[in-house]
């Protein structure tokens, strides 16, 4: 099946009209995402630790309306995310939905009554003004002057870079799932923050194949990558939620889908930053701001709550047959 376009597409600067709908479309998703991701990590992290990386995982959230209800939201998220990666720069758009971090841990502290360190908050606080830096230091430079820039989209460099992060995300999904404790927190919130980012790749390919019509995406690798890029990723995020600490999980996703976005942007898809040396320097010295901000998060953050047993969970029978299953796994 013809997968790739002929040759790469041109990418033309954004008018003003095509930069308001990118910020508003960006801080839509981000305010769905933050908080679809509450609602979905506050049923996850009841589902019972063996199912973590499993697909039965999904099954069971499946019958938790509550869940639905986050997982719709998450939906609707992703449309305001499609039109954001249309008409803007995927370091650009990262950097504005990257405000659900906030989104998200505020509704997580006013739903778990569970009152959040000072240090806590500076902690966030700070990741999301490290992720807004980062980004904004390396805009491609077309957004910064108005230039038109050469870039394929949805040809063979996106597909490598959602190939290289699905590859990673699978790697650290395995560390993890092999894990305790804060480690596999960790681990599987580093997985979902490069699925999610793989996602994000695939979605802006997809939505530059969809300008060329219903024809054209029959055709085209992205129609079936999203599907698997899709579900794969929400394995693996409900994974990370499940292991019960927010503070953790929600933080590390935030940061690495940016970073990881830009990374492909700039290495792969012809995005250049707009800055010379000292907006490198500055790029560096955020991504090391925001990394010790997260390690303050991780420390500072409190013990995950208590498990709440589902009806799946409730009987001792089934608990004897899950840890079974865990083993035999």
Request: hydrophobic fraction near 55%.
């Amino acid at each position: 099946m013809g997968g790739f376009p002929d040759g790469p597409g041109t990418r033309r600067a954004p008018s003003v009209d095509g930069v308001i709908v990118m910020i508003v479309s960006a801080l839509l998703a981000a305010a769905l995402y933050g908080t679809g991701a509450a609602v979905e990590q506050r049923q996850a992290a009841r589902a019972p630790e063996s199912a973590a990386g499993r697909p039965r995982l999904l099954a069971q959230l499946a019958r938790q309306p509550l869940w639905l209800l986050g997982l719709t939201v998450q939906v609707a998220g992703f449309a305001a995310h499609a039109v954001a990666l249309r008409t803007g720069p995927l370091a650009v758009v990262q950097m504005l939905v990257g405000a659900e971090l906030i989104v998200a841990v505020v509704i997580v502290r006013c739903w778990s009554g569970r009152r959040l360190s000072p240090v806590s908050w500076v902690a966030a606080l700070t990741v999301v003004a490290g992720i807004a830096a980062f980004l904004l230091l390396t805009a491609p430079s077309e957004l910064r002057h108005g230039a038109a820039a050469t870039v394929d989209h949805a040809g063979l460099p996106a597909a490598v870079g959602a190939a290289l992060t699905a590859a990673a995300a699978a790697a650290l999904a395995v560390a993890g799932l092999r894990a305790a404790g804060r480690s596999r927190a960790v681990l599987l919130a580093l997985a979902a923050g490069l699925g999610d980012s793989c996602a994000a790749v695939v979605t802006m390919a997809f939505s530059h194949a969809a300008s060329h019509g219903p024809a054209a995406l029959a055709t085209s690798w992205t129609t079936y990558a999203l599907i698997i890029s899709g579900t794969g990723n929400v394995l693996l995020t409900q994974s990370a939620y499940q292991t019960g600490r927010p503070l953790i999980t929600l933080p590390v996703i935030s940061a690495v889908t940016p970073v990881a976005s830009v990374a492909i942007g700039l290495g792969l898809l012809g995005e250049r930053p707009g800055t010379g040396l000292a907006g490198d320097l500055g790029a560096a010295a955020a991504v090391l701001v925001t990394s010790l901000a997260l390690a303050c998060l991780a420390r500072s953050a409190p013990p995950p709550e208590p498990r709440v047993p589902g009806p799946r969970a409730a009987s001792g029978p089934e608990r004897i047959r899950e840890h079974a299953g865990a083993a035999a796994g």
